[in-house]
């Protein structure tokens, strides 16, 4: 069979644009620059090498948070911690979402 195409929406990720930090871990926080779409890092999401995952599996955060959980500021958290940390602020954007009307179903 055909492989799946990769789902992909500007739109979509720009919502992050418009929306608060998710992140939950301490972090300094600098969400008054704007947030920005933290995307998935992890396979069972459907990063692969050289492959990003889809645009609907992405957190909200500031730069800083971004910057933490992608390993451009010193990388003291461990792989499984920065999944966590990452799922929940997946969790809190989705809720932001759909408690906000920003998606909706066809």
Known sequence: GASPVTYRSRRHLDLAHIMPCMALFPHRCNSFKGCVPMHADFQIFGRGIGHKTPDWAWAAGCPEAHRILTAKVGDDMKREQKFYDWLRA?????????????????
């Open 90 to 106: 997946y969790v809190k954007t989705q809720d932001y979402l759909w408690a906000n009307k920003l998606v909706r179903l066809a």
